[in-house]
């Protein structure tokens, strides 16, 4: 099947640092990927969907300014938490769908990125 | 809107039983199913999936059939091992389109020898 890989696997930072985490297909175009997150034991909570060439979609209550998504190219989404604090600790998650005769086929996630914010 | 509702867990079975996982859903429209299993400290994997109603997903000895009747889509193995011991999310797609994936709450499955 079709891969995703995210960078990196875990980071620490602390309180009001800006952490950065890439997403990427390995070997198909995405236009749209997924962020979700992920507290323990509980299950995904989408946060928004990244659209290539254009703005992110954000889920309610996400706030924009604080998850920044880019979605520089056909293969590379990033998510930008702002100003971390201890509560945006949390599992971070990236989806990319493939497509057949035009509809959603498969979503493909990454392994995950494991923020922890002291 | 659409929903998936799944057993709650955990779920602990000895080694070589019978495991069914129920899952159930509400959707408009035809949706497409899915399984996705998680294994500790690792991100959510595709299991099975199916496309349309009475289409029967299957991987691993794991196999889930596409009720629409019933609107569900319960996972099945026949004889468990230790290694299956994961967390188990039922999760629908809508029709046409990209669209974002609708995941029930989750159920741990717990395997002893």
């Known amino acids: 099947g079709a891969v995703v890989s995210q960078h990196p696997s875990r980071v620490i930072c602390k309180s009001g640092t800006s952490v950065k985490i890439e997403c990427r297909s390995l070997?198909?175009?995405?236009?749209?990927m997924f962020w979700y997150r992920q507290f323990p034991k509980q299950s995904l909570m989408l946060m928004a969907t990244s659209n290539e060439g254009s703005k992110a979609t954000y889920e309610q209550g996400v706030e924009k300014d604080k998850f920044l998504i880019n979605h520089a190219s056909l293969t590379l989404s990033t998510l930008t938490v702002t100003s971390a604090h201890p509560e945006d600790s949390s599992f971070y998650i990236c989806?990319?769908?493939?497509?057949?005769?035009?509809?959603?086929?498969?979503?493909?996630f990454g392994p995950g990125t494991r923020l922890t914010v002291l | 809107g659409d929903s998936v509702t799944q057993m709650e867990g955990p779920v602990t079975l000895s080694e070589e039983a019978f495991l069914t996982i129920n899952c159930t859903y509400t959707?408009?429209?035809?949706?497409?199913l899915f399984w996705y299993v998680q294994y500790p400290g690792e991100g959510l994997q595709l299991l099975l999936k199916a496309t349309k109603a009475d289409d029967k997903g299957s991987n691993k000895g794991f196999e889930a059939t596409y009720r629409k009747e019933t609107t569900s889509f319960h996972l099945e193995k026949g004889s468990v091992q230790v290694s299956d011991s994961a967390v188990y999310f039922c999760a629908l797609s809508g029709s046409g389109g990209y669209n974002k994936l609708i995941f029930g709450a989750g159920t741990r499955l717990a395997v002893h020898p």
């Open positions: 959707a408009t429209g035809y949706p497409s």
């Open positions: 070997d198909f175009q995405a236009t749209t």
């Open positions: 989806s990319a769908p493939t497509l057949a005769g035009g509809v959603t086929d498969t979503q493909y």
